[in-house]
């Protein structure tokens, strides 16, 4: 009895995490470039496994010369005070140094270092190379990431890759757009029927622990009469 209640204490606690995980997918479906995490079990649901879906989401136009969006593989790179951050963010700006920037205010970088950008006209290449008034300038540096296992999110829509430098390179392929974001890759009706699934798988096996507390105490109690 004692046995069997743990497992449905475990099962319990692995749904409130699966549930945790959706409500946070669904709290950034409007995120720019979220990528939704999936929880998954083994048979005996005794184990569980969180991973990043790298999918791309959906490309949407905004009109900005300088949102660019990723099509496909790869990620920008991105300078912070707490060192290189990857993210898929495109949403960029200039400082007030001319710097392309994201939204945190953190440097983008090119291939050679952070991006400066003076000219009135800018065009941004599907290779990333970009072009100020006619002159070819620097090029929106994109990191081939090999293990992306490796890779774990962190707050402001960055990413930290847990491997060796050498596993990130210059991406080879790449497809940028211009004026464009990607936004989130969560499925809004898909994750709301995972979660109303989880919720009653929940309340099953809360149903289940009380139907077994009741007939441990009955138990107690009879042996007691004895």
């Not at 990043?52 to 005070?81: H, M, R, W, Y």
């Amino acid at each position: 009895m004692i046995s069997s209640n743990y497992s449905l204490v475990e099962g319990s606690l692995i749904q409130q995490l699966r549930f945790d995980t959706l409500s946070n997918n669904l709290a950034n479906v409007n995120t720019n470039a979220f990528k939704q995490d999936i929880v998954s079990f083994d048979q005996n649901l005794s184990l569980n496994r969180s991973s990043i879906d790298l999918s791309s989401g959906p490309i949407v136009f905004t009109g900005n010369a300088f949102d660019v969006a990723l099509e496909g593989p790869g990620f920008f790179k991105i300078q912070t005070a707490s060192g290189i951050k990857y993210s898929r963010d495109g949403a960029f700006s200039l400082n007030r140094d001319g710097m392309l920037v994201n939204r945190n205010g953190d440097k983008v970088l090119g291939k050679n270092g952070p991006i400066t950008l003076t000219g009135n006209n800018i065009v941004i290449g599907s290779d990333g190379q970009i072009t100020e008034d006619g002159n070819p300038g620097d090029k929106i540096f994109v990191a081939d990431i090999k293990d992306s296992k490796l890779l774990k999110k962190e707050g402001m829509n960055y990413y930290v890759y847990d491997g060796e430098a050498k596993n990130i390179t210059s991406a080879e392929k790449v497809s940028i757009k211009q004026s464009y974001i990607e936004k989130s890759n969560v499925n809004v009706t898909e994750e709301m029927i995972r979660m109303v699934e989880t919720l009653r798988t929940f309340e099953s096996i809360q149903k289940a622990l009380q139907n077994t507390d009741e007939t441990t105490g009955k138990m107690v109690n009879d042996s007691e009469l004895l």
